[in-house]
């Protein structure tokens, strides 16, 4: 084969042939439509040899198997047909695979992904190993598509039509055990033995047909079928409020597939493909992919950032203890933590066990790896073991004078070169670095709440963060499985700052009668994952609105707040999830425990609750703040592109994927639209509401956020 070849054969004296698969020039093998050929030219040399007794595919990766199709593919088609017409090409490659005439095993280890799981399902056989890195699943529908290469076709005939439907339409992507049991790997294996199990499994031939447990017999059955369906159209139309038009036509292809054949399944997989390729949501959906890999890729800064072999923590609460857990956990790196009395420490301590043995009872990860994730976390009283922290993160109390004592005793007691970084939500980094002896190697890592499930956090440097400590703090967000954005030090940064506007405009109608209910419900059919009312009582009502007075006197009335409503639900004890009692009553225990709205909020505030406001209207008013602001962020320099900012929304506080961040949104409708509707909005309900400078001239100039980005995707295309 050419050296350019991404797959290459070698037959064994044993006359087994071994296909490996190993992208040229690249850390993860995915499938390009040029390897198109490749693969051809081999299954034919497969079929010409007579000697052969059967086949394997393996990556000559060390640790991924295929994570996927390269989406670039998909960008460069202009029509559907074309999309289409690359499903096709795919479907007929995964045939060619199934219909080789002796044994097919795919021995699998790591991401096995998408079209990588599509080719998987083509074999035979199928072994994979236990390694925590391995991972299968077809997680299309995130990009707004379906699997185009038979995968929904495959994949209810090997695993169960309610397994596959679940898979599809969530993405999940099932563990080694996980996989085996639900019958979707014939065996797993160490890795060190991943080859000779494969062997030997394409030595007892190819697999009889398997038999489903009865649950999913049950379900195949036409009652059993038409019953599943119809749950699960129901159970995905009020999940995705027709958002993600993939998931319905998922649903569509799998049933036509079982009721109709494999040939009519394969057919209107091939076109929802290239329907779907086309939609609005795929694209803001790949968009996001495409910006979030970009800023993986990226330091932050023009420096280079400084090794990182030992973290600090300052406080042992909620929030120092998911710093602790995601920097030992995902960063591998040994963390210390301090605070003033042997309870913080051992809550921090908690935090982790807790959740790692979650892990362990899932068999996700194995009581060894467990406690050698504990081991690397230790806490005290006082600074012993900070004097060789690369990087402390302190994450006290929100007051400046005690972050400022903070900065001088890691000063005094850490190393020349450890840097400071306050996960503060809302005070001015140069003021808590304005008394600092290095204010140089003082920074914002403003983290999300929780911790280990939030993907976000900023990155706030003052005016004198020296570049190095930038690239090193974003080096660290990365370790700990994070998305840094970089943003400006101003009051609120920018997630907050464009989330308060939202927030208190919900308050608002709150005050002018709507109910809880009908205020959540519309922004969850907007897109939100949750409502603003129910996120306030999600953050903590108190914390939550600690940073409007801080916004109100940086940038003025248009961040003012009901603040006796807040002052007298504050003053009944209600603070939200946290103690049970919020807009919300929440009578269980735990996070899943049914909510109530309060009929008692009403009272408290004064509020006759009647429904004036269509869904629509509401929504309009809350997100219209949220997008204002957004783009006040880009004119003031607080986010460095419109791609940070849409990264922001949707990752910082849930902004509607499927309409692409804050940005994209806009460029959708137009600026045009955006400041008519700004200024009907300002006439009826006040001046707050008057859309920015930059929007009016961008509308009047007609220019769009995302141009230059645009324009830099075309020529990518283009070249490609």
Not at 62 to 80: E, R
Request: aromatic residues 6%; hydrophobic residues 40%.
């Amino acid at each position: 084969m050419e050296s350019t070849s991404a797959f290459y054969l070698h037959v064994r004296p044993d006359n087994i042939a071994v296909v490996t698969i190993d992208v040229p020039d690249e850390k993860m093998n995915t499938l390009k439509a040029e390897f198109g050929p490749q693969v051809r030219a081999i299954l034919r040399q497969i079929r010409d040899n007579k000697a052969l007794e059967g086949v394997v595919f393996i990556s000559g990766k060390p640790d991924n198997f295929i994570a996927g199709a390269d989406i670039n593919m998909i960008a460069a088609c202009k029509t559907a047909q074309e999309a289409e017409q690359l499903a096709r090409q795919g479907q007929q490659i995964m045939a060619d695979i199934h219909g080789l005439p002796v044994p097919v095993v795919a021995a699998i280890h790591g991401p096995c992904l998408g079209g990588g799981l599509e080719l998987v399902l083509a074999c035979h056989r199928r072994v994979c190993t236990d390694s925590p890195k391995t991972m299968l699943g077809l997680p299309e529908v995130q990009l707004g598509l379906l699997p185009g290469s038979g995968g929904t076709q495959r994949l209810p005939r090997r695993v169960g039509v309610s397994t596959a439907l679940e898979m599809i339409l969530t993405g999940k992507q099932l563990r080694p055990r996980q996989a085996l049991k639900a019958g979707l790997v014939d065996d797993v294996v160490p890795s060190s033995i991943l080859l000779e199990a494969a062997v030997a499994l394409v030595k007892k031939g190819r697999a009889s047909e398997r038999r489903l447990p009865v649950r999913e017999r049950v379900l195949a059955g036409p009652l059993g079928r038409a019953l599943l369906f119809k749950m699960v159209s129901k159970q995905t139309g009020q999940k995705t409020h027709g958002n993600y038009p993939a998931a319905q036509r998922i649903i569509d292809v799998i049933r036509t597939g079982l009721e109709q054949g494999s040939a009519s399944g394969y057919d209107a997989e091939a076109k929802a493909f290239g329907e779907l390729a086309m939609t609005p949501q795929s694209a803001a959906l790949r968009g996001i992919f495409f910006a979030s890999t970009e800023l993986k890729k990226e330091t932050g800064s023009e420096a280079q950032p400084q090794p990182l072999r030992a973290v600090g923590i300052l406080g042992g609460g909620l929030m120092g203890g998911g710093i602790a857990y995601v920097t030992a956990s995902k960063g591998k790196l040994p963390v210390r933590i301090k605070d003033i009395n042997e309870k913080g420490i051992n809550h921090a301590l908690k935090y982790s066990w807790d959740l790692l043995e979650k892990k362990v009872r899932r068999r996700h990860i194995k009581p060894t790896e467990r406690d050698s994730q504990m081991a690397l976390i230790s806490g005290a009283t006082d600074y012993r073991g900070f004097h060789n922290r690369d990087i402390v993160v302190e994450a006290v109390f929100e007051d400046l004078a005690l972050k400022q004592k903070m900065v001088a005793e890691v000063e005094q007691h850490a190393a020349p070169q450890t840097i400071f970084a306050s996960n503060t939500s809302s005070l001015p980094i140069g003021d808590i670095a304005a008394n600092a002896a290095r204010p140089e190697q003082v920074i914002g890592l403003h983290y999300f709440s929780p911790v280990d499930k939030m993907p976000l956090v900023e990155v706030i440097p003052h005016a004198g963060t020296s570049a190095q400590t930038i690239a090193t703090t974003v080096q660290l967000a990365k370790k700990q499985g994070k998305t840094p954005i970089v943003v400006a030090d101003c009051a609120g940064f920018y997630v907050n700052r464009i989330l308060a506007p939202y927030m208190n405009e919900a308050m608002r109608c709150l005050m002018e009668g709507e109910s809880i209910e009908h205020i959540d419900e519309a922004l969850v059919k907007f897109g939100f994952p949750v409502g603003p009312i129910q996120l306030l009582d999600e953050v903590g009502i108190d914390v939550g609105t600690k940073i409007i007075p801080v916004l109100e006197q940086a940038y003025g009335s248009r961040f003012s707040a009901p603040h006796e409503a807040v002052a007298a639900i504050l003053k009944d004890d209600r603070k939200g999830r946290k103690n049970g009692r919020g807009f919300y009553l929440y009578p269980g225990k735990g996070r899943k425990s049914k909510k109530q709205p309060d009929p008692a909020i009403y009272a408290l505030t004064g509020v006759k609750p009647v429904n004036r406001l269509t869904g629509a209207q509401i929504a309009e008013r809350c997100v219209m703040m949220m997008l204002n602001e957004a783009a006040r962020c880009l004119d003031e320099g607080v986010v460095r592109s419109p791609r940070d900012g849409d990264i922001g929304g949707v990752f910082g506080i849930g902004f509607p994927p499927f309409l692409g961040g804050p940005f994209r949104y806009m460029d959708t409708l137009g600026a045009g639209e955006v400041v008519a509707t700004l200024q009907r909005l300002a006439a009826q309900y006040g001046e707050r509401f008057a859309p920015c400078e930059r929007l009016v001239r961008m509308a009047e100039e007609r220019l769009v956020f995302w141009s230059a980005v645009n324009q830099k995707e075309k020529t990518e295309v283009k070249q490609e």
